[in-house]
């Protein structure tokens, strides 16, 4: 198996600010891991259901679901889960009080205790990552070789995973405060590391190094950057491509057999220049996102859209790259 | 095919009986500068404007003079004519600590303010952003009437995942605070105790042991502690929401819907129309942000892409510009049929459509040029 960048992680958690695509990104790193007969787990938390939307299937139950096959045997599946199920799996796991669950539902609690503070909840969607995360030690039922986080968004990433200061305003001892330690240690281990998606855009990039600071002054671990819906350049020289002036463009379209009007000519030029425009940003962008010194990878804007054949696609893509 | 009706943005922001623009989508589709932008232009047009933001890119923050986050509507400098407008940005905690101070005496507030649940509430509770823009555009509002400060307010609602979330949040809030659950865990604290204890009998002891086991005791006594202190502010924090909410369905209120031309984007955007079209909220239509800008259409890609072939020039300019101009048209068209989606199944949401621009806002001048083209499809359709 080729060597890959993340040799000891079992947890990737796959984060990016709003519209940078980190649903796509997270399922195609499951599927790149997922290679060579591999069973990895993708897992959503945030209710949107985005994962049966991805793959084209029904809406996903708390619980785990195959979702596709990866070449060579592997597995990916897939878990939506929901903090309230969550809460109830805890309750009987630790206390044997499955049965309680029914009372607290009825009286309105559960989303009380989910909602109370994200903290709370956190602390139970975490916990499940982890706990997946742990199965590979024990003698489980299913075990999964890697765990896909398709976790919530950049700007709130580090208080999801910081689990520990965030409950430690509300719960300074028992339970689930052992909870969120036990968590922790996780999260903080070189077992994790937490990927962050952005696009060759100011904001996204922006917010990608808000994000790397941010996970860094929590001391959790800062993974790969992917930096999705790149469009390769059209010429090596953008220069070149803005100095071409009307006559010689139109003389060229002529011998081609495009009859073209002088607005024309100039659209076209207009359209060369905005794309070197954007290019010339992409570049600064670019560099800004090396700067950060963390592994970047890169993935193609799909004009045909995502299904299943373009996850595989950008799956081997990730994998050349080294990311799984 | 049926025609698209057209979002007339000037019309729209000229009219005096436009007291209310509320921008909504999901998350990364130019929301923020969709709002600064046409409160500019409405401010250029001779309207006094407060654009009230929730997370502004840095830039557009200093574009727009934001530079401190007072919770205060500051005067943009730089705006041209007779109008006038205002920008702030919105302090979550801020907003709500006086809504705390405001209900009750200083003691009390005081009390509040200090509880350790309390502070967990106000700066983290899954809809408290939500709740607290919706407050502050209540308070704005009443200042408007009250001192004739603006005559427009235009709002930016919260980055959330759904745009439902802006809908629904306030009622999640106001559901927590003065729900069933908050008035048998404290009971005893409003002397009401008995009685439901006997009514509930031993679900009640079940119940908080529970709680005690997963939460600690000390998180309930917090609980305890808060929720006896505000009790009386129940009923304001409920009227204040339901007020805002009703202030929604307003006529003078309208709603603008901002998307990308992508999948995600327009599937959220068809949502929330859905929804405003259920509650009977007043929905002015969509803007189509981001849009591919085709220079020149009347040259297809097939003319394009034969006419790399057959060019005889060395010159590898020319075959990179009629290569880029086929992959625009193929871009376009992607995204024109995913807008028909939309439109076929909201066909009387006028639409109007912004292109992509190459760089992101960050001056009063690109503000103008977003205005520009937010009201340029009236004029060229």
Redesign the interface.
Known sequence: MPSTDWPDVLLHVVSG????GKTTVAAALALALAREGRHVMLMEV?G?QGLA?LFDTPPMPYEERKLASAPGGGEVWGLAVDPEEA?LE??ELF?N?RR?GG??RR???M???T???????DVLLTGKAVELVRRGDKKHARAYDAIVLDAP?T?RIT?FLNVNT?IA?????????NQADGVMAVLRSDKTAVHLTTLL????V?ETADGVAELEDAALPVGGIVVNMTRPP??PSMD??T??DAR??EA??V????E??P??VE??????A??A??VA?EETERARIAALGRPVYELPFL?G?IDLAALYELADMLHEQGMA | MPSVPVLDVDALLSDPATRIIVCCGSGGVGKTTTAAALGLRAAEMGRRVCVLTIDPARRLAQAMGLSELDNTPRPVVGVDGDGSLSAMMLDMKRTFDEVVESHSDADRAQAILDNPFYQALSSSFAGTQEYMAMEKLGQLRTEADREGTWDLIVVDTPPSRSALDFLDAPDRLGTFLDGRFIKILTAPARGAGRGLGKLLGAGLGLFSGVLTKILGAQLLTDLAAFVGAVDTMFGGFRERAEATYALLKDPGTSFIVVAAPERDSLREASYFVDRLEQDGMPLAGLVLNRVQEIRAPELSVEEATAGVQRLQTEDPRVAALLRLHADRLRNGERQARLARRFTAAHPGVPVTEVYALAEDVHDLEGLREVGTLLASSSSTD
């Open positions: 600010k709003g519209g940078t945030e949107r939307q809460l805890y309750l206390y009080l309680a009372v607290l009286m309105g609690a989303e009380f205790v909602t109370i503070a994200p903290g709370l909840r968004p700007g208080r965030e305003g509300v719960a300074k001892v028992g339970p689930i405060r855009e100011e904001m996204p922006q059209i010429l070149e491509l100095s071409i010689t463009l060229s379209l011998s081609a057999g495009l073209v009007s607005r024309v659209a076209l030029r207009a359209e060369g905005d794309h425009a954007r940003l004009a859209g």
